[in-house]
Nanobody
Framework: VQLQAFGGGLVQAGGSLRLSCAASGRTFINYAMAWFRQAPGKEREFVAAITYSGHSTNYADSVKGRFTISRDNAENTMYLQMNSLKPEDTAIYYC??????????????????WGQGTQVTVSS
């Protein structure tokens, strides 16, 4: 599966953005998906994950209640709705996939497929 993330941009604190991750390949529906982010000078950080069906999700504590992960298997697309954005959310956001359709953990090593990243910048 090939992944392409888009939808990033510059937004003021308190604003919203929706990221999308478009996947190619007929097996998208079998893959669990996730979002990670990496800020300058920091390690890659787990943001959220969703099972192949979309029935189960997992979020980092830092984004719970503000971000929502979802997917549309008919459109081969995953989304990350980000509300109440904070300057500390500034990072490059990456989408990732694993053929383990039930995995929604935070271990980046489990995700074997990665998109190219999209920049999110939140100004104060």
């Amino acid at each position: 599966v090939q992944l392409q993330a888009f939808g990033g941009g510059l937004v003021q604190a308190g604003g919203s953005l929706r990221l999308s991750c478009a996947a190619s390949g007929r097996t998208f529906i079998n893959y669990a998906m996730a979002w990670f982010r990496q800020a300058p000078g920091k390690e890659r950080e787990f943001v959220a994950a969703i099972t192949y069906s979309g029935h189960s999700t997992n979020y980092a504590d830092s984004v719970k209640g503000r971000f929502t992960i979802s997917r549309d298997n008919a459109e081969n697309t995953m989304y990350l709705q980000m509300n109440s954005l904070k300057p500390e959310d500034t990072a490059i956001y990456y989408c990732a996939a694993t053929p383990n359709g039930y995995y929604i953990g935070s271990d980046h090593r489990t995700y074997g497929y990665w998109g190219q990243g999209t920049q999110v910048t939140v100004s104060s």
